[in-house]
């Protein structure tokens, strides 16, 4: 059986980055990929600015405290003031240009407004609390950004930290990947679409496709444009024609059951009869079998993956290695899960052979409790948790133990 790297690794050396990008909005690229480097033209800030509400001023001038300056203007964020005079202080506010002069910025609560008294002729003036350093409480122009910095790399995906990055340096588009086309069906003469049926006429032996549900909304998460095919016949012409309409028109074909090797599974020979396709065992749990191939197609090849059915399976197996892939082909380069050290308050008494995965949430506390049923079949565990313990082969965990935690915000997003 190949691990669960092996697999991955395997299938990242066909992912081929899809050449075709487009300009999209900036407000419109969350989650987009970026096609090629972002380089600011300007530097940001671009001049020096206060830090806080107070008073600009030079340090030299308040050696000692109390001292009382004239206050000779005001400044505003978006205004730029004259130089200050010497032995004068700028009332100046958040985000506003620390004026030529000013090597210090006080903030207002060291300060104090001293008022004007009868017949008083002149500016305004403050008395200094504080003595101040020089460079307090200023951010340096290009302190964040400096002109010809390239500060987001091709292959970034655009979360909004990144995308107010890209306005702040004045950037109202983006270039971006182009999204990858995935089409998506279901095979099994059990299967049943919600709605099409009530519960109470579900004939003996049907169960609902959640498989469909769940797979299309991670699939969109990822920035793809999904076209659902639905729920296949277990019939082999059925599967074959699926997969010839799927494969001419898109970069992906995604399914989900029939790629075991029994007499109603007919993902393998439908797909040989257009392509090929490797029946992969991965030493994981859930989610043992799994299937790649390739079919080809006017100007390209389409590829091909089949999950197995089970729900948790699927959820999985997807989330570990479909999803590495379809980041992979819009070029994001760091696309393995990453896990983290966490405490388990549970008992895992039964090693097994392959390497699991099971189902946990973290407590307010911050240890991980397991949910009770850890079935292929038991989608539940998925909604309830928050994440997994990679465990690893013939390894048990006892109360206290420190294991890894994949946190399904990391696999789903």
């Known amino acids: 059986m190949l691990t669960v790297e092996e697999a991955r690794a395997r299938l990242l050396s066909q992912a081929v980055a899809l050449t075709d990008s487009e300009t999209v909005p900036t407000l419109q690229a969350l989650g987009r990929v970026l096609a090629r480097p972002v380089v600011s033209t300007i530097a940001v800030p671009p001049l020096d600015a206060s830090q806080m509400d107070g008073y600009a001023l030079r340090a030299a001038d308040v050696p000692v405290t109390p001292t009382a300056l004239a206050v000779s203007q005001r400044i505003a964020a978006g205004h730029v003031g004259a130089t200050l005079a010497s032995g004068t202080a700028a009332r100046i506010f958040t985000g506003a240009p620390v004026p030529a002069g000013a090597d210090a910025v006080l903030m207002q609560e060291d300060c104090e407004a001293l008022a004007a008294g009868p017949g008083t002729v002149g500016d305004p003036r403050v008395r200094i609390n504080a003595v101040p350093q020089p460079g307090q409480w200023i951010r340096r122009a290009g302190e964040d950004v400096t002109r010809g910095a390239v500060v987001l790399a091709a292959g970034t995906r655009l979360s909004p930290a990144e995308l107010g990055l890209a306005a702040s340096i004045g950037l109202h588009q983006l270039q971006v990947a182009r999204r990858p086309r995935v089409a998506l069906f279901s095979t099994g003469d059990e299967l049943v679409m919600p709605g099409d049926v009530p519960p109470e006429q579900m004939r003996p032996g049907a169960i609902y496709n959640s498989n469909r549900f769940f797979l299309r909304a991670m699939l969109l998460r990822l920035g793809c444009e999904v076209t659902d095919f639905g729920i296949v016949p277990d019939r082999r012409d059925a599967t074959i024609d699926a997969l010839r309409q799927a494969s001419s028109a898109h970069d992906l074909i995604l399914t989900s059951g029939g790629v075991s090797v029994g007499e109603e599974d007919h993902i393998k020979p439908a797909v040989e009869s257009l392509g090929r396709l490797d029946l992969w065992q991965i030493a994981m749990k859930p989610g043992k079998p799994f299937a790649y191939g390739q079919i080809p197609r006017e100007g ?46 549970f008992t895992w008494a039964r090693a097994d052979k392959r390497r699991e995965f099971l189902r946990v949430r973290r407590r307010a506390e911050g240890g991980l409790e397991l949910f009770g049923n850890q079935s292929s079949g038991v989608l539940t565990s998925a909604a309830w948790g928050d994440g997994v313990v990679d465990n690893p082969a013939g390894r048990t965990i006892a ?12 696999l789903l997003s």
């Open 300 to 345: 390209g090849t389409a590829h091909f993956m089949g999950l197995p059915g089970n729900p948790v399976s699927s959820f999985l197996t997807f989330a570990l290695l479909v999803r590495p892939f379809v980041l992979r082909l819009q070029g994001v380069r760091d696309v393995a899960p990453k896990s983290i050290a966490a405490t388990a308050e």
């Open 399 to 410: 109360p206290g133990d420190t294991v890894q935690y994949i946190a399904f915000s990391d």
